[in-house]
């Protein structure tokens, strides 16, 4: 963090530490990337099931024992994983945990840690929103700096939202886990957790506000990123969905007028 602080100081002055977290996270997201290439892949896979579960779904609606093995059978024979997707974020967790722990930590190698002093404009990288609260309020000026930084993950965590819910393989994952009541879901592990995962987006908010302020650009940077991520590798369902949605509203005399 050192060294990328020192490389970035002449354009960024104070906040050189602050960019180094950013350019630091945005390193880590490239070295997985080809994780979530594989995970994207995953989900696509699981969104091609789709008929085949609402057609299991039908088939087993009074029997939800009996669809619980019949969706599991079949995820297991076209080798595609009900919670993919889930790696990346996985992975990344020792990373935010290292960050955590170097600017939480007074000493560091048995010396001081000068990185706690180290600053984004008026807000110290190793304080936390209760810290800038103290020092000037929520308008102060290091209660401005947590508000934009909440201001940003809250619209990245928004668009996150959004995004999943149009995601036929999430869509269908919840609706596997809520189907039939308790019976549906019951014994199938993380079936509950995939109902709620396009609201745990907005679990960075309160992530940012309780952790040193690094850890929350961390935080910020990487969900920005993968919202991005996401939306290139899933670019070209959303071509076709626009697609389906014009010819939808041309109809096939429409189609032909633009060959």
Same mark, same amino acid.
């Given at each position: 963090?050192?060294? =990328? ?7 960024? !002055? ?11 996270? &945005? ?32 088939? $087993? ?5 009996? &669809? ?5 059978? =079949?995820? !297991? ?8 997707? &889930? =790696? ?10 290292? &960050? ?11 010396? *001081? ?9 008026? *807000? ?11 020092? #000037? ?8 700096? $947590? ?33 039939? #009541? ?7 592990? #993380? ?15 309160? %992530? ?13 940077? %990487? ?37």
């Amino acid at each position: 963090m050192d060294r =990328l602080s020192a490389v970035l100081d002449p354009l960024f !002055a104070a906040s050189a530490t602050a960019a180094a977290v950013v350019l630091f996270t &945005m390193l880590v997201r490239v070295a997985l990337h080809p994780l979530a290439r594989a995970a994207v892949r995953g989900e696509k896979a699981r969104a091609g099931l789709a008929p085949q579960l609402a057609a299991v779904r039908r088939k $087993y609606a009074k029997r939800p024992e009996r &669809m619980k093995e019949e969706i599991l059978a =079949l995820h !297991a024979k076209e080798k595609v994983s009900p919670f993919a997707g &889930m =790696l990346p974020m996985l992975v990344q967790l020792p990373v935010f945990f290292v &960050m955590y722990h170097v600017f939480s930590s007074a000493e560091v190698g048995g010396r *001081a840690n000068e990185l706690l002093g180290h600053r984004l404009f008026a *807000a110290p990288l190793g304080s936390r929103w209760t810290d800038a609260l103290a020092q #000037g309020g929520l308008l102060g000026a290091q209660g401005v700096v $947590y508000l934009g930084l909440f201001a940003v993950i809250a619209a990245v965590a928004t668009w996150s939202f959004l995004r999943a819910r149009r995601n036929p393989a999430v869509a269908e994952s919840a609706q596997w886990a809520g189907t039939g #009541g308790a019976g549906a879901g019951a014994g199938v592990p #993380g079936a509950g957790l995939v109902k709620w995962l396009p609201l745990l987006s907005f679990a960075t908010l309160i %992530t940012a506000a309780v952790v040193p302020l690094a850890a929350g650009l961390y935080v910020a940077t %990487t969900t920005a990123w993968t919202v991005a991520e996401r939306a290139w590798l899933h670019r070209d369902r959303e071509v076709g969905d626009e697609g389906t949605a014009g010819a939808g509203r041309g109809g096939p005399g429409r189609r032909t007028s633009t060959q």
